[in-house]
């Protein structure tokens, strides 16, 4: 069966200090990969989404990035974080059959 | 743009009772899905149900049901026999193609004992 690993589940980083996110999926080829962020008491918005290997689309212009390094990993990164991007970060796949299943979420706070 | 809104920030119900969310959304589109999806205090998000814009027929998952009203751009979720697990965020989204969802702002449910 297919699972998602996000990592790390809990995250304090300074402000000017970069960030590197990772996920990972098992048990399916090709996915779709995306990264959702939940502020604080908020639904989620999409950041970003891969359909391949070095396939990123950007949704919103931000302070992060994200990279598709191998089929299954998906990373988001920021050279420098700002106080905004505290948040609960999503990753999330799909096998194009329409339905999206996510991650246990990482919670960042930028202090 | 497409849009969400769920208008009920919180609610609370008794064990057993029956409780409906509202969703409404805002699209040109004809084609498209429509997902609820829980978020217990663990956080993860969960697939509840999900409904195919060009079925009539509203998707049912156990005691967990919607009504789906596409000229009023209506989704509801009714759960019935409500539990004390159904405690949690539930979030209205919709699916603008690829699987780019955009959500409603949530509504927090609360089933008491």
């Known amino acids: 069966s297919q699972t998602i690993h996000q990592w790390p589940a809990t995250l304090v980083q300074p402000v000017g200090s970069p960030l590197s996110l990772e996920c990972t999926v098992e048990g399916t080829s090709n996915p779709n990969l995306y990264w959702y962020r939940q502020a604080a008491g908020r639904g989620l918005q999409l950041l970003f989404y891969?359909?391949?290997?070095?396939?990123i689309s950007s949704e919103v212009p931000q302070n992060l990035s994200a990279s598709r390094p191998q089929d299954r990993q998906f990373i988001l990164s920021s050279k420098k974080l700002l106080l905004s991007d505290s948040g609960f970060y999503l990753c999330?796949?799909?096998?194009?059959?329409?339905?999206?299943?996510f991650g246990s979420g990482t919670q960042l706070s930028v202090l | 743009a497409q849009t969400v809104t769920q208008s009920q920030p919180e609610m609370s119900v008794q064990e057993a009772e029956t409780v409906t969310l509202s969703c409404t959304y805002d699209t040109s589109e004809s084609n498209y899905y429509l997902f609820w999806y829980k978020q217990p205090p663990s956080r993860q998000m969960i697939l509840v149900i999900r409904?195919?814009?060009?079925?009539?027929q509203n998707a049912t998952e156990n005691r967990f049901s919607v009504n789906f009203q596409k000229a009023a751009k209506s989704f509801s979720l009714k759960i019935s026999d409500s539990q004390l697990g159904d405690t949690a965020m539930y979030f209205c989204?919709?699916?603008?193609?690829?699987?780019?969802?955009?959500f409603g702002q949530g509504t927090r449910l609360t089933i008491n004992p």
């Open positions: 999330a796949w799909d096998s194009h059959n329409e339905k999206l299943f």
């Open positions: 989204a919709f699916d603008q193609g690829a699987q780019k969802l955009v």
């Open positions: 891969s359909v391949g290997i070095g396939q």
């Open positions: 409904q195919e814009a060009y079925k009539q």
